[in-house]
């Protein structure tokens, strides 16, 4: 297929649709004060479990991937140039934050979340009590309806350190639509 030639104006036209990949690993440990771990948060929802990420901001690997997936569908920084761990204001940081900011910079591109398919990579504790409640909350920091956002719960089968539950892993993609003028988009 031959490549589409760019606009008069010298720029390539935007795309109706671009695709974002995006992956987090966080270690897991005992939960302060045992360990270095924080609670576990997924998708935004606190997990009853004696293990949390050790992480700089709240440790949400669901958030991050799909940060990163949005920010990556634009061909922006990642979450860890945008936020840093090395700066002291993202200290136990609500990774929604972070989501919120890499949606509202898509918004100024002309872009808008269209759907998101997730995978969680976790032995234990099992995610399938929490799919529903999970999904409401990325439909809800996405601005989608809760059919357009999916989640799955994988184990690793106790192999490396996610199936001997030492590990969290999750990869998000996403799709991005061109928005209209009208709904507020961009170009």
Known sequence: MPATPPAESGHDPLPPLRVGHGYDLHRLDLIAPAGPGRPLIVGGIRL??????????????LLHAVTDAVLGSLSLPDIGE??????????????????????????????????????VILERPRL???????????????????????????????????????????????????????EGGGP
């Open 48 to 61: 009853e479990h004696d293990r949390g990420p050790v992480a700089h901001s709240d440790g949400d690997a």
């Open 82 to 119: 945008l936020f840093p761990d090395t700066d002291p204001a993202h200290e136990s940081g609500d990774s929604a934050r972070f989501l919120a900011e890499a949606v509202r910079l898509a918004s100024e591109r002309g872009y808008a979340p269209s759907n998101l398919d997730a995978t």
């Open 128 to 182: 399938k009590a929490h799919k529903a409640e999970i999904r409401a909350n990325l439909a809800r920091l996405l601005g989608l309806s809760v059919d357009r956002v999916n989640v799955k719960g994988k184990t690793h089968e106790r192999v490396d350190a996610v199936g001997e539950g030492r590990a969290i892993e999750v990869h998000a993609v996403v799709v991005m639509a061109r928005c209209s003028r009208a």
